[in-house]
């Protein structure tokens, strides 16, 4: 599964149609329009069916570079939001019926998610909060079940009873992605961000605090549909090499055979203003930055493809 980026002005299907055995394949785009539904960056969703969940995210696309601006909390999306793209259809349901920890999360931009099954589980995400009186990263883990949600919003029932919350520190993390391998885990990245978006750095005007995790956090997660309980296995940190947000992380099959992940580019390195070319492959035994690749595009994070051909590995 992959993540959605920038925009919901037009969903785009792809038809992967096999061709001959020198272009075994081919990728067409196709745009469309699905009523009731607008502009979205750097949401979470899930899918059932057929059907999305559309969670979180901004309504007025990049963030402006003005501090008083910037993030501010109209842009925020404050509801969720069902979209049905082959019906043509879409459903949306007010987050103001949830708790403030549930609700002010799932407003939230560049959230990390990930979808076991039907539940979908969410980590951190920056926006304002009323709660902290300030914009923050959430401290938080959210599940929601898709199926009964989605249900919920089309048939306009309560959606409390299908949203769940823990809190836990190292779950404060914006701009990362969330994968699994095996059983457990890997938070990949990201940062932690407090206070309002300021271009000219922490200690002009209205200061924040941004501190990368520089690391992958690993855990395993215990949850009987009523309790959840994160376990913290050891975390890899790496700040000359895991320095990165906002960017793609995509499930990959290594030479092995074995399923991991790799992260591509990001923003941005530790001691130059610019984005990283290099890659770097995870798996069940660590990580390592792939040799002889260069990357000098897509820095930021944007809908991504995986394709494998079991036959040619």
């Known amino acids: 599964m992959t993540r959605f980026a920038n925009t919901l002005f037009f969903l785009l299907f792809v038809v992967l149609t096999i061709k001959a055995q020198n272009t075994p394949f081919d990728i067409q785009l196709t745009p469309m329009q699905v009523e009731g539904v607008g502009g979205m960056q750097a949401f979470a969703f899930g899918q059932h069916e057929g059907k999305w969940l559309i969670i979180g995210g901004r309504l007025d696309g990049l963030h402006r570079r003005q501090p008083f601006a910037s993030f501010d909390i109209a842009g925020h999306n404050t509801q969720l939001i069902v979209v049905d793209p082959i019906g043509n ?11 403030a920890s549930i609700k002010e999360q799932l407003s939230a931009t560049n959230m990390e998610f990930y979808q076991e099954g039907d539940i979908l589980y969410l980590i951190g995400g920056y926006g304002y909060s009323n709660t902290a009186g300030d914009h923050t990263t959430y401290p938080n883990l959210t599940a929601i079940n898709i199926p009964q949600t989605i249900q919920a919003i089309q048939n306009d029932l309560s959606i409390l009873p299908l949203i769940r919350q823990i809190k836990d520190d190292k779950m404060a993390v914006t701009g990362g992605y969330l994968h699994k391998i095996d059983d457990t885990f890997y938070l990949v990245g990201g940062q932690k961000f407090i206070g309002r978006y300021n271009p000219m750095g ?14 992958i956090r690993k855990f395993t997660l215990e949850d009987d549909g009523t309790t959840l309980k994160i376990i913290h296995q050891a ?7 895991l320095h990165r947000r906002d960017y793609n992380v995509a499930p990959q099959i290594m030479p092995d055979g074995r399923e991991g992940l790799t992260a591509f580019s990001g923003v941005f390195q530790e001691n130059v203003d610019l984005p990283f070319l290099t890659c770097v492959n995870i798996d069940g035994d660590g990580y390592a930055v792939q040799p002889g690749f260069n990357q000098y595009y897509n820095h930021y994070h944007c809908a991504h493809i995986p ?7």
């Open 89 to 99: 259809q879409s459903w949306t349901a007010s987050l103001d019926v949830l708790p």
């Open 235 to 241: 975390e890899i940190y790496d700040k000359a090499q």
């Open 202 to 215: 922490p200690n002009n005007g209205p200061g924040f605090v941004q501190e990368y995790t520089n690391a």
């Open 307 to 313: 394709l494998y051909s079991a036959k040619r590995q």
